[in-house]
């Protein structure tokens, strides 16, 4: 029960520091106490493993909460490759699609096929490539990777900065449609 006080005094005196430092790193309140909550916790399993114990708390508080903001700032840089492959997947739905064939259907997609024969032209061969075979032919990264030797990681980077560089494409291209209406 010792141990219980011991983590309640801790966190009743470092909280105020450790959420101020966190703040000015951070800058929103509910992200903040996130990262103060989860450093508490680690905290608290740590003294429950009953390891040796943490000689300098105050260190050991302030190296966790730095590691826990450097990894809140790489989550929010990364794009989730599960929303990459359902823009794919939509993209690919949409043109292969002909459940709707109105004229302005075939139009529409006669000029997204345009576009994009356009916008993988202008991509190194390299992002094109394992973009179309991962999207259009529905090829496995690993599968690439395997046949090719090519790192399964630098395969992810090439069709990430290839989604990148599409979706901004098309970005302008909705926003040039829209702006004619």
């Not at 992200?31 to 943490?54: K, M, N, P, T, W």
């Not at 823009?87 to 259907?105: G, H, K, M, R, Y």
């Not at 096929?113 to 090829?139: H, K, N, Y």
């Not at 290839?162 to 702006?179: G, T």
Request: aromatic share 10%; glycine share 4%; charged share 30%.
């Amino acid at each position: 029960m010792q141990r219980n006080n011991d983590i309640e005094n801790i966190v009743s005196e470092y909280t105020p520091r450790l959420l101020g430092y966190i703040r000015s790193q951070i800058g929103c309140r509910e992200d903040a106490e996130d990262i103060l909550q989860d450093v508490f916790y680690q905290l608290a399993r740590v003294s429950c493993d009953g390891s040796a114990g943490i000689e300098r708390i105050s260190s050991w508080l302030y190296r966790v909460t730095r590691n826990s903001v450097l990894n809140f700032w790489r989550k929010k840089r990364e794009i989730p490759l599960e929303t990459e492959d359902e823009v794919c997947e939509d993209i690919a739905t949409n043109l292969f699609s002909s459940s709707q064939d109105s004229p302005d259907t075939i139009y529409l997609r006669r000029l997204v096929w345009q576009e994009l024969d356009a916008a993988l032209a202008d991509l190194p061969p390299e992002q094109s490539e394992v973009f179309c075979m991962t999207v259009f032919d529905g090829i496995p990264v690993k599968e690439i990777s395997k046949a090719t030797g090519i790192p399964v990681a630098t395969l992810l980077s090439r069709k990430h900065y290839a989604v990148k560089f599409l979706r901004k494409r098309f970005h302008e291209l909705y926003d040039a449609l829209i702006s004619q209406n």
